[in-house]
């Protein structure tokens, strides 16, 4: 029972401490672009400066995971997010915007990320790490669309009957009650891992330096060539932010329907990551990421020029649901590839800071990307080339686990160096 519930707890809090950054913006981009007025590439920027501060807290983040209580670390990571919530509700301009995106990539990644990952790695066991992943990337599938179901009833419930002829003082008020639902489940949340999670003081070798894993892992191409992976992936799962989007000018649907949409599309997340943890334990993590990265392929491209009249459509609709299931599959599974690459213990958040850091720089670039795509072709045509963009980046995944296969083929690069081995006896003495 206790691991259960820990489980849940590390589920919960994994997708609630996103839940202010990320899905205000992925579920109701439409509503939120018009209730700040920004344009695409205005907020892409915003995400632009969310990525630089969290690229910079990963590799510390790392250090700290392998040091200190998770505890201690996602309570107050949950608290600090939950609390720029309310900056949020205020609507702020670019510049306000900026700093709290800033801000937020700070709270969500530095004492956050890499504790969450190496309390998951550590409850899955050496067996089970497709299991572990799976269940904490499927269950914040579960966690998200609850949520998100959840918001847009209070959206929908806020705006007038007519919601494609509403002001935008309606939708400020609105969409100002979403903000709020997601900043107070993040502090309510940080009240569940405060009582639900162990308190241990020390998790690695406090006789070390804190940057001590750091040295050992930039040596590693096999840490390298995950984190090339994690980019790939990233940057598909960045492509379902513009679905809503897409939904509204493409195929007509009103702002709450397009976010109804995505929501919906979260409900696929569970199933997807929990399907290819277990596949992943039986087959290998890495083929079942590249057999991910194939779908994606085809669902992009078809997504590229398919148009939405008669039969286009439903190719549309079905290939919506297809890269929906891919995307969770890959994030489901690429930290598995801690276990398969035969990553030591004692250097989990050093290697999940490291893949993190180099893995989530898409939170960089991706958003300006491709609002800069979509705003260059308004319509139709932006969102066409947008799939073509996200098309070579599925043909580079399949790449990168070709060049990952090889590299662990070779036993060079998967044993780790002796010097590691040595640390490990001095951190169990």
């Known amino acids: 029972m206790y691991r259960i519930m820990l489980m849940a707890t590390l589920v919960f809090a994994g997708e609630i401490i996103f839940g202010l950054p990320f899905h205000t913006a992925r579920f109701f981009r439409p509503t939120l672009l018009e209730a700040f007025e920004f344009t695409n590439t205005q907020l892409g920027d915003v995400f632009a400066v969310y990525g630089v501060t969290a690229m910079i807290a990963y590799f510390p983040g790392g250090m700290l995971a392998d040091r200190f209580s998770a505890r201690a670390l996602l309570t107050t990571s949950l608290v600090a997010t939950g609390a720029g919530g309310f900056y949020m509700a205020t609507y702020p301009g670019t510049m306000g915007m900026a700093l709290l995106y800033g801000y937020w990539g700070v709270t969500t990644i530095l004492l956050f990320w890499a504790a969450l990952i190496r309390a998951t790695r550590e409850w899955g066991g050496v067996t089970s790490q497709g299991r572990a992943f799976g269940i904490l990337e499927g269950g914040r599938g579960v966690a998200a669309a609850l949520f998100a179901t959840m918001a847009v009833a209070v959206l929908a419930g806020i705006l007038p009957e007519n919601a494609n002829v509403i002001s935008n003082e309606e939708r400020r008020v609105a969409f100002r009650a979403v903000i709020l639902l997601y900043s107070f489940a993040a502090i309510a949340t940080a009240l569940l891992t405060w009582f639900l999670i162990p308190a241990v003081k020390h998790v690695g070798d406090s006789s070390q330096s804190l940057f001590h894993g750091a040295a050992v892992v930039v040596t590693r191409p096999l840490v390298w060539a995950q984190a090339a992976v994690i980019i790939c992936a990233y940057c598909c799962y960045k492509g379902l932010d513009n679905y809503s989007l897409y939904a509204v000018q493409v195929l007509g649907m009103n702002e709450v329907e397009g976010a109804q949409l995505s929501a919906y599309g979260a409900y696929v997340r569970p199933f997807a990551a929990v399907a290819a943890g ?46 929906f299931f891919a995307v969770f599959a890959l994030r489901g599974v690429y930290f598995a590839l801690l276990e398969e690459n035969r990553t030591p213990a004692y250097f989990t958040g050093a290697v999940t800071g490291m893949v993190s850091f180099v893995g989530y720089t898409p939170e960089i670039f991706f958003a300006p990307i491709t609002g800069r795509i ?56």
């Open 278 to 323: 277990l596949l992943a334990d039986r087959w290998s993590a890495s083929k079942t990421i590249g057999s991910s990265f194939i779908v994606l392929l085809f669902a992009y491209a078809m997504l590229s020029f398919a148009l939405p009249d008669g039969p286009g459509l439903a190719v549309i609709y079905a290939n919506i649901f297809v890269s």
């Open 374 to 429: 979509l705003d260059a072709s308004p319509g139709i045509v932006g969102h066409q080339n947008y799939f073509l963009f996200l098309t070579a980046v599925a043909v580079i995944g399949i790449l990168v686990v070709a060049g990952l296969l090889r590299l662990q083929r070779s036993n060079s690069h998967v044993s780790w160096p002796n010097d590691a081995a040595r640390d490990m006896k001095s951190v169990t003495k």
